[in-house]
């Protein structure tokens, strides 16, 4: 499989996980690795003062075995996810965001005009800006115009498992930007996955899909295998479709009945 | 000692006047750990933390990375 590129930087694996909603640290770290990823995302949050260690991923996860990715998660303007993009930065000494600026609480549907602001601003900032994002080809066209690194709609809402529900959009956006597409959010389950790479994406970015697994390090192997799979089979070039049976042994030869 | 009111992770709390970021930070026990600390919204840089000093009223956000999507 050939590695996924994004701005500049090459990564192994095509997945890319979140480290929220995971039972223990521990089930954490080795989903994680069961998973293949390189990249993992994380969130920016207040130090519990009573209980700093609390929470404190860099007790788990450390940075010279992961890329560490900050997200802008509950964010529901681009001024407070800029700042958070900005506190990210300052914790991570790296500049690479997940960008999500939130319309609406029950969907967690981006809210694409105050997104794609945002996404110019933290350019001009000199950040490499992945924009989580709806599966619209207009709003993907116009962050990529912005200056966004990768674009990354949703399969289905944050956290539904609910799979692909619009390849077919997933498809035109693939097929019009020139940047990295990494479908971010809505898998289910393995062959959510593999059915989403299998429309020509470059990479998928899951959390809950292996966090919320009754097992989640066989989930994450199981993701690590379908990302795998589904990749090759778009590169492969799957067989046309057809109405009727085509038989795929030989009609000739076969011995007559007695 | 003259005491100022200053606002941690949105919580009151009273320090002595003229007390500096770092001097706040090892009251609290937090020196030397990965975290990153914003007044009144603005980032304070690890080599700003010595010498910048608190006013009464200032906001401050200690922030570090935890679990997420």
Known sequence: ?258 | MEIMQIQVNGKERDVPAGTSVATLLRDLGLDGRMLVVELNRRIVRPPEIESVQLEAGDRVELVHFVGGG
């Open chain 1, 1 to 258: 499989m050939t590695p996924l590129e994004i701005a500049g930087r090459t990564f192994a694996s095509r997945l890319i996980v979140g480290t929220g909603k995971y039972p223990s640290p521990e089930i954490m770290l080795e989903a994680i690795r069961a998973s293949g990823a390189d990249m993992v995302t994380v969130a920016v949050r207040r130090v519990d003062i009573e209980n700093p260690d609390r929470d404190d991923i860099l007790r788990t996860l450390s940075p010279d075995e992961f890329s560490l990715l900050p997200n802008t998660a509950a964010c529901y303007s681009a001024e407070e996810a800029i700042r958070a993009a900005r506190l990210g930065r300052a914790a991570g000494m790296s500049d690479w965001v997940k960008l999500e600026v939130i319309g609406d609480p029950d969907t967690l549907l981006p809210h694409t005009e105050e997104l794609i602001e945002a996404t110019r601003v933290l350019v001009a900032e000199g950040f490499v800006v992945l924009p989580y994002t709806n599966d619209d080809l207009i709003t993907a066209l116009r962050l990529e115009e912005a200056g966004a690194a990768a674009v990354m709609p949703l399969a289905s809402p944050i956290g539904s498992g609910l799979g692909l529900l619009n390849p077919l959009n997933i498809r035109i956006i693939k097929s019009r930007l020139s940047v990295p597409v990494i479908v971010d959010a809505g898998v289910g389950t393995a062959s959510d996955a593999c059915a989403t790479m299998e429309q020509g994406v470059d990479g998928i970015l899951m959390n809950t899909a292996i966090a919320a697994a009754e097992d989640p390090v066989e989930m994450a192997g199981a993701m690590r295998l379908a990302v795998e799979a589904g990749r090759r089979a778009y590169v492969a070039g799957r067989m046309p479709r057809r109405e009727w049976a085509v038989p795929s042994s030989p009609l000739e030869g076969v011995p007559p009945p007695a």
